[in-house]
């Protein structure tokens, strides 16, 4: 089992920028990491995602050259550093892990509970 909790959500201006961060806990931080978002009435859509030693990410062409995610297995947390942030940023963003580099979020076996970051205009 795997246990993860996100944090650093929040209120921010459009054009600000704001890092979350994902503490796993439960067993070896082996596992790839997604980053995944939510939007009232959407379904929750892939954003980036890190292979377990940090060697390679995927990206939602939405947030490709904004966001960032990175990792830091010594601490067993994964971060999402979010730059240019816009009102459509707007979302729940949840992390997860998986087996292996997905964008889909079915491939996903462990989901925290998300945090809320919303970009006002």
């Known amino acids: 089992q795997v246990q993860l909790v996100e944090s650093g959500g929040g209120l921010v201006q459009a054009g600000g920028s704001l890092t979350l961060s994902c503490a796993a806990s439960?067993?070896?931080?082996?596992?790839?990491m997604g980053w995944f978002r939510q939007r009232p009435g959407t379904d929750r859509e892939f954003v980036a995602s890190?292979?377990?030693?940090?060697?390679?990410?995927l990206y939602a062409d939405s947030v490709k050259g904004r966001f960032t995610i990175s990792r830091d297995n010594a601490k067993n947390t994964v971060y999402l550093q979010m730059n240019s942030l816009k009102p459509e940023d707007t979302a729940v963003y949840y992390c997860?892990?998986?087996?292996?580099?997905?964008?889909?979020?079915?491939?996903?076996?462990?989901w925290g509970q998300g945090t809320q970051v919303t970009v006002s205009s």
């Open positions: 997860a892990a998986s087996q292996s580099l997905f964008t889909t979020k079915d491939d996903y076996d462990y």
């Open positions: 439960g067993r070896t931080f082996s596992s790839a």
């Open positions: 890190i292979r377990w030693d940090g060697h390679s990410t």
